[in-house]
């Protein structure tokens, strides 16, 4: 079986980046042990990092995001709850209906504007209690976005909405799975947005660019929580620290580069606007991810990432019936973006081809 060729531009996410040859060899150096025991020091001081970085009093290293907000929703919840998420949420539409199956709650969605809703959309989700109706008990907010086109929550409204769950006794969960992407388009610290919160995590494998992991936060008491069902679903690892390394060394080194990310898709995004037949809104670009509707070209989201990478090397990736998404990342340069930007335009004028 042939290994495909890798694409010459891949805009498909920024869960693709390769770890750079600098973080290689840090890789390959990094001190380890076993990280059950407790006894990796490369494992310790990436969950210290990242525990000082969320402002949090603990944190534990897991091996995918989805492990971490699943845990992090076990955790806090009841079988039979009922928790509100927006409708693009990532536990709703990407984990497998994992709440459900692992937690046994129901996922309320609510109709938010790009991926954000409303203290008013909030507050007036929350059940009323009754013996016959479920309890809400918590709330979960992705930042940013995913679905919403990499959309920062602003501050002011994720203050609004932690503060009427705890005015409710509910409890609070960030899935800050491009967190660090907000908070450098933002300039708001990322402990800043975690306090508002009691569990959060970060990805590792994204903008980041290390090559697996994320770390989930919160108090001592609730990551030794974690931690058990860390163990319990087979998240437990031996000699962490060959992983969690690269981690560390992109929590040191690819924190503020995250910024030419940001340019990059804003670049993207004002030139894409220029081409005939695709509709996007350039001003909805506010961290590294770019969406943009090819129904005026008479394809198919499916047909048009097929054309660009199959006839120019150029890797995007479907979001919708229409709707084609690109990731700017660690592993696209600026050098890059006209080249990708010249084949989505070949491709937006070629149009459907007569049978």
Not at 132 to 150: D, L
Not at 185 to 211: E, M
Not at 219 to 244: C, H, N, P, Y
Request: charged letters at 20%; aromatic letters at 6%.
């Amino acid at each position: 079986m042939s290994t495909p060729q890798r694409p010459r531009i891949d805009l498909y996410s920024d869960t693709i980046t390769l770890p750079t040859a600098a973080m290689r060899t840090f890789m390959a150096e990094a001190p380890i042990g076993d990280e059950q025991k407790g006894e990796d020091p490369s494992v310790n001081e990436l969950t210290a990092m990242a525990a000082e970085l969320l402002g949090k009093e603990a944190a534990v290293f897991l091996p995918s995001g989805t492990m971490c907000n699943e845990i992090a929703l076990a955790v806090h919840s009841r079988p039979g709850d009922e928790i509100l998420a927006d409708a693009t949420a990532h536990i709703i539409n990407y984990e497998v209906g994992g709440p459900a199956a692992l937690s046994g709650i129901n996922v309320r969605a609510l109709e938010g504007e790009r991926g954000v809703f409303t203290a008013e959309q909030f507050r007036a989700a929350i059940r009323t209690a009754s013996r016959y109706a479920p309890a809400t008990t918590g709330v979960v907010i992705e930042q940013t976005s995913n679905a919403g086109g990499g959309t920062v929550w602003p501050l002011e409204r994720i203050e609004e909405i932690t503060g009427i769950a705890r005015e409710r006794g509910m409890w609070t969960h960030m899935d800050g799975a491009r967190l660090l992407n907000a908070s450098v388009a933002s300039d708001i610290p990322p402990r800043t947005y975690a306090a508002h919160f009691d569990s959060v995590f970060i990805d590792l494998s994204k903008g980041l660019g290390a090559p697996v992991g994320g770390i989930l936060a919160g108090t001592k008491e609730f990551i030794d929580s974690a931690w058990r069902l860390k163990q319990r679903w087979g998240g437990a690892m031996r000699q962490a620290g060959v992983i969690a390394s690269a981690g560390v060394y992109a929590l040191r080194h690819h924190v503020d580069r995250l910024a030419e990310d940001h340019a990059n898709a804003r670049l993207l995004a004002k030139e894409l606007a220029k081409i005939e037949k695709l509709a996007i809104r350039p001003e909805h670009v506010e961290t590294n991810i770019v969406l943009f509707d090819v129904s005026a070209t008479g394809l198919t989201a499916a047909e048009f990432a097929e054309r660009t990478i199959t006839d120019h090397g150029v890797r995007v990736s479907v979001f919708g019936p229409t709707t084609v998404r690109v990731v700017t990342h660690l592993n696209v340069t600026t050098e890059q973006i006209p080249e990708a930007v010249e084949a989505i335009a070949k491709v937006a004028a070629s149009g459907r081809k007569a049978a």
